[in-house]
Protein backbone atom coordinates (compact mmCIF):
# COMPACT_ATOMS: atom_id res chain seq x y z
CA UNK A 1 0.00 0.00 0.00
CA UNK A 2 1.64 2.94 -1.09
CA UNK A 3 1.37 5.73 2.24
CA UNK A 4 0.03 9.08 1.19
CA UNK A 5 2.26 12.07 1.61
CA UNK A 6 1.73 14.68 4.10
CA UNK A 7 3.54 18.27 3.00
CA UNK A 8 3.60 19.27 6.87
CA UNK A 9 4.93 16.23 8.02
CA UNK A 10 8.36 16.78 7.93
CA UNK A 11 8.62 20.15 9.73
CA UNK A 12 6.22 19.36 12.49
CA UNK A 13 8.70 16.59 13.23
CA UNK A 14 11.56 18.82 13.18
CA UNK A 15 9.66 21.08 15.46
CA UNK A 16 8.53 18.36 18.09
CA UNK A 17 10.45 18.25 21.42
CA UNK A 18 10.27 14.66 22.08
CA UNK A 19 10.91 13.47 18.16
CA UNK A 20 14.72 12.97 18.75
CA UNK A 21 17.25 14.54 16.32
CA UNK A 22 20.75 13.82 15.75
CA UNK A 23 19.66 10.39 17.78
CA UNK A 24 23.54 8.95 17.00
CA UNK A 25 24.53 11.27 19.61
CA UNK A 26 22.51 9.75 22.66
CA UNK A 27 24.03 6.50 21.68
CA UNK A 28 24.43 4.83 25.54
CA UNK A 29 23.31 8.77 27.10
CA UNK A 30 19.28 7.67 27.00
CA UNK A 31 18.80 7.92 30.64
CA UNK A 32 19.84 11.56 30.10
CA UNK A 33 17.10 12.49 27.17
CA UNK A 34 14.72 10.58 29.69
CA UNK A 35 16.33 12.00 33.18
CA UNK A 36 16.03 8.79 34.83
CA UNK A 37 17.73 5.14 34.26
CA UNK A 38 14.41 3.53 34.18
CA UNK A 39 14.17 0.32 31.43
CA UNK A 40 14.19 1.43 28.08
CA UNK A 41 11.75 -0.54 25.60
CA UNK A 42 11.62 0.23 21.75
CA UNK A 43 8.59 -0.15 19.03
CA UNK A 44 9.62 -0.92 15.88
CA UNK A 45 7.45 0.17 13.31
CA UNK A 46 4.49 1.80 15.54
CA UNK A 47 2.31 3.32 13.12
CA UNK A 48 -0.30 5.52 14.82
CA UNK A 49 0.54 4.91 18.12
CA UNK A 50 -1.33 4.19 20.10
CA UNK A 51 0.26 0.75 21.61
CA UNK A 52 3.03 2.69 22.73
CA UNK A 53 0.86 5.41 24.38
CA UNK A 54 -1.32 3.10 26.01
CA UNK A 55 1.81 0.91 27.14
CA UNK A 56 3.21 4.22 28.49
CA UNK A 57 0.62 5.21 29.97
CA UNK A 58 -0.12 2.46 32.28
CA UNK A 59 3.67 1.72 32.93
CA UNK A 60 5.17 5.12 34.08
CA UNK A 61 8.27 3.43 35.21
CA UNK A 62 9.43 2.32 31.79
CA UNK A 63 10.81 4.72 29.15
CA UNK A 64 9.38 4.53 25.56
CA UNK A 65 11.12 5.22 22.26
CA UNK A 66 8.44 4.68 19.83
CA UNK A 67 10.46 4.03 15.91
CA UNK A 68 8.79 4.76 12.60
CA UNK A 69 10.33 5.42 9.49
CA UNK A 70 7.81 7.17 7.62
CA UNK A 71 7.26 11.11 8.49
CA UNK A 72 3.41 10.90 7.49
CA UNK A 73 2.73 8.01 9.96
CA UNK A 74 5.24 9.45 12.69
CA UNK A 75 2.73 12.13 12.30
CA UNK A 76 -0.30 10.78 13.10
CA UNK A 77 1.18 9.65 16.50
CA UNK A 78 2.54 12.46 17.84
CA UNK A 79 -0.52 14.13 17.10
CA UNK A 80 -2.28 11.48 19.15
CA UNK A 81 0.39 11.85 21.53
CA UNK A 82 -0.34 15.88 22.15
CA UNK A 83 -4.14 14.91 22.65
CA UNK A 84 -5.25 15.60 26.15
CA UNK A 85 -5.34 11.47 26.64
CA UNK A 86 -1.83 11.79 26.83
CA UNK A 87 -0.32 15.01 27.26
CA UNK A 88 1.23 14.16 30.72
CA UNK A 89 3.20 11.46 29.69
CA UNK A 90 6.79 12.02 30.40
CA UNK A 91 7.97 8.60 29.72
CA UNK A 92 7.66 8.90 25.47
CA UNK A 93 9.70 10.07 22.84
CA UNK A 94 9.80 9.33 19.10
CA UNK A 95 12.44 8.65 16.39
CA UNK A 96 12.02 8.38 12.53
CA UNK A 97 14.46 6.15 11.40
CA UNK A 98 14.98 2.97 9.52
CA UNK A 99 15.87 -0.01 11.80
CA UNK A 100 18.91 -0.92 9.91
CA UNK A 101 20.38 2.01 12.12
CA UNK A 102 19.22 0.39 15.38
CA UNK A 103 23.24 -0.13 16.54
CA UNK A 104 24.40 3.59 15.51
CA UNK A 105 21.79 4.83 18.10
CA UNK A 106 21.80 2.38 21.22
CA UNK A 107 24.64 1.01 22.99
CA UNK A 108 24.92 -2.95 23.95
CA UNK A 109 22.35 -3.46 26.57
CA UNK A 110 20.95 0.04 26.78
CA UNK A 111 17.36 -1.74 25.87
CA UNK A 112 15.50 -4.16 27.95
CA UNK A 113 12.27 -5.00 25.15
CA UNK A 114 11.74 -4.63 21.83
CA UNK A 115 7.93 -4.39 20.23
CA UNK A 116 7.73 -5.55 17.07
CA UNK A 117 3.80 -5.52 16.13
CA UNK A 118 2.04 -6.35 12.59
CA UNK A 119 5.16 -6.01 10.69
CA UNK A 120 5.79 -5.35 6.81
CA UNK A 121 5.36 -9.68 5.79
CA UNK A 122 7.75 -9.03 2.70
CA UNK A 123 6.06 -12.20 1.42
CA UNK A 124 8.96 -12.14 -1.57
CA UNK A 125 11.57 -15.08 -0.65
CA UNK A 126 14.48 -12.31 -2.06
CA UNK A 127 13.18 -10.07 0.74
CA UNK A 128 13.51 -12.21 3.46
CA UNK A 129 15.95 -10.20 5.23
CA UNK A 130 13.97 -6.94 5.30
CA UNK A 131 11.32 -8.87 7.41
CA UNK A 132 11.83 -7.42 10.98
CA UNK A 133 12.31 -10.57 12.93
CA UNK A 134 14.96 -12.50 10.10
CA UNK A 135 18.24 -13.31 11.30
CA UNK A 136 20.25 -10.89 10.46
CA UNK A 137 17.44 -8.05 12.17
CA UNK A 138 17.58 -10.64 15.27
CA UNK A 139 21.62 -9.93 15.33
CA UNK A 140 21.12 -6.57 15.29
CA UNK A 141 18.69 -6.52 18.62
CA UNK A 142 20.99 -8.77 20.31
CA UNK A 143 23.88 -6.05 20.10
CA UNK A 144 21.74 -3.62 21.66
CA UNK A 145 19.57 -5.63 24.19
CA UNK A 146 20.67 -6.55 27.55
CA UNK A 147 20.94 -10.89 28.70
CA UNK A 148 17.26 -11.66 29.27
CA UNK A 149 15.99 -8.85 27.36
CA UNK A 150 12.87 -9.91 25.04
CA UNK A 151 11.59 -9.42 21.73
CA UNK A 152 7.53 -9.88 21.32
CA UNK A 153 6.00 -10.14 17.87
CA UNK A 154 2.62 -10.34 17.06
CA UNK A 155 1.70 -10.93 13.24
CA UNK A 156 -1.91 -11.92 11.63
CA UNK A 157 0.48 -13.42 8.59
CA UNK A 158 0.84 -17.12 9.56
CA UNK A 159 3.61 -17.28 6.91
CA UNK A 160 5.59 -14.86 8.92
CA UNK A 161 4.84 -16.37 11.71
CA UNK A 162 6.48 -19.35 10.87
CA UNK A 163 9.50 -18.25 9.20
CA UNK A 164 10.17 -16.14 12.68
CA UNK A 165 9.85 -19.06 14.98
CA UNK A 166 12.35 -20.74 12.45
CA UNK A 167 14.90 -17.93 12.61
CA UNK A 168 14.62 -17.52 16.58
CA UNK A 169 15.80 -21.46 16.71
CA UNK A 170 18.28 -20.55 14.24
CA UNK A 171 20.02 -17.56 15.02
CA UNK A 172 23.16 -18.31 18.25
CA UNK A 173 22.13 -16.53 21.47
CA UNK A 174 18.21 -16.22 21.18
CA UNK A 175 15.89 -18.63 22.93
CA UNK A 176 11.95 -18.73 22.16
CA UNK A 177 10.26 -18.08 25.71
CA UNK A 178 6.47 -18.64 24.68
CA UNK A 179 4.16 -18.72 21.36
CA UNK A 180 0.74 -19.45 20.40
CA UNK A 181 -1.25 -18.91 16.89
CA UNK A 182 -4.57 -17.46 18.48
CA UNK A 183 -3.73 -15.02 20.86
CA UNK A 184 -7.10 -13.64 22.00
CA UNK A 185 -7.74 -17.11 23.29
CA UNK A 186 -4.81 -17.85 25.31
CA UNK A 187 -5.37 -16.96 28.87
CA UNK A 188 -1.36 -16.96 29.77
CA UNK A 189 -0.54 -15.32 26.63
CA UNK A 190 -3.21 -12.55 25.95
CA UNK A 191 -3.16 -11.47 29.98
CA UNK A 192 -2.06 -7.46 29.60
CA UNK A 193 -1.70 -7.37 26.19
CA UNK A 194 -3.00 -4.07 23.84
CA UNK A 195 -4.34 -4.15 21.22
CA UNK A 196 -2.70 -1.98 18.06
CA UNK A 197 -5.50 -0.51 15.69
CA UNK A 198 -4.61 -3.64 12.85
CA UNK A 199 -5.09 -6.31 15.77
CA UNK A 200 -8.21 -4.53 16.31
CA UNK A 201 -9.27 -4.70 13.14
CA UNK A 202 -8.38 -7.98 12.01
CA UNK A 203 -9.49 -9.48 15.01
CA UNK A 204 -12.87 -8.34 13.97
CA UNK A 205 -12.52 -10.24 10.57
CA UNK A 206 -12.21 -13.57 12.91
CA UNK A 207 -8.43 -13.74 11.80
CA UNK A 208 -6.33 -15.45 14.61
CA UNK A 209 -3.68 -13.80 16.39
CA UNK A 210 0.06 -15.13 16.24
CA UNK A 211 2.56 -14.41 19.07
CA UNK A 212 5.82 -15.26 20.07
CA UNK A 213 8.72 -14.03 22.70
CA UNK A 214 11.93 -14.43 21.80
CA UNK A 215 14.58 -13.67 24.57
CA UNK A 216 18.32 -13.05 24.47
CA UNK A 217 19.94 -15.70 26.03
CA UNK A 218 23.61 -13.84 27.05
Known amino acids: MRLRNIPRARST?????????????????WEKVFGNTAPIHIEIGMGKGRFLLQMAAGNPNVNYIGIERYSS??????ERYDTQEFQDLMNVRFLCMDAHDLENIFAPGEVERIYLNFSDPWPKARHAQRRLT??????RYGNIIQPGGRVEFK????????FSLEQVEAVEGWGLEGYTCD????????RGNVMTEYEEKFSEKGNPIYKLIAVRNK
Open 13 to 29: IEAHQDVIKEAEKQKGC
Open 134 to 139: SLSFLE
Open 155 to 162: TDNQALFQ
Open 73 to 78: VLLRAI
Open 183 to 190: LHHDEAMN
